[in-house]
């Protein structure tokens, strides 16, 4: 089986990471394959959600450990350069909403790849586990940037540190993710939003999304000049047509993604 697997229906590209023996932990073959399989959702117009989650009982667990130790090992230089920071960077650069739904535990790199999804949502039996300190490493995967963001900078700061695992219940109370379901209502609430996601103004979530990209570092003023050049643009949407004159008529939208 492919330590990645790839799979679309109606809209919604699943991305399941599948190595489930190691914990769905990344070697550079997996590595490289999730970006190659991101690249395809990206480029592919039917596809206009993506949901990315993991086979068996976890998510991911971050670096495979042994494969530092086997033959030929990557280099860090290669890990950080040519696996994880091009998967969270295509993962942001996604003009497609992308959920992450995490089945179980996210560890190390696996917890940050998690963390730059739009949405993040987890089974109530899930965790999240900045590992990296318990092995004299520091957060990876945009770790640094995006938890203080997330969570507030204390926080962020006792979890990188002590490593932590925080359950997905805790996680969604500290604003960590967006929501926990039980384990009965996981899949189908997971399908339902990936489901509503695909059917919506796909142009107008992408802007929302490079928005919402730019706010942690833009000030206020260019955030509203942002707004206005993003907003012209969704506005020529035929979506935003659609949108307005279904209101309009008092009928349901049929939402292109265009
Ligand atoms: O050089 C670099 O590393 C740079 C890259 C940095 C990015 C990173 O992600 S660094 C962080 C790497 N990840 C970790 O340190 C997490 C290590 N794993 C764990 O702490 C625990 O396994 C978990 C908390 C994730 C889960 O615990 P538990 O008790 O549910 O499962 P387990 O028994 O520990 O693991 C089950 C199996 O998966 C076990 O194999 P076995 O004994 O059944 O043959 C275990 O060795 C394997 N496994 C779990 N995590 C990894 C792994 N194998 C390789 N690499 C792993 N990361």
Known sequence: MAPVLLSVSNGVATITLNRPDKLNAFNREMALLLQNLLDQCHTDIAIRCVLLTGAGKAFCAGQDLAELVGENPPSMQQILSEHY?????RIRQMPKPVVAAINGVAAGAGANIALCADIVVATETASFIQAFSKIGLIPDSGGTYLLP???????ASALAMLGDKVSAAEAEKMGMIYKCFTQEDF???IQKM?????QMPTQG?????????ASFTNTYEAQLALEDVLQQQA?????YNEGVQAFLEKRLPTFKGY
């Open 85 to 89: 920071n091009p998967i969270v960077t």
């Open 235 to 239: 506005a020529q949407t035929q979506d």
């Open 194 to 198: 990936a489901t509503q996601l695909a």
């Open 205 to 213: 979530l992408a802007l929302t999304k490079q928005a919402l990209n």
């Open 149 to 155: 963001r997330l969570i507030g900078w204390q926080k």
């Open 187 to 189: 899949e189908s609430s």
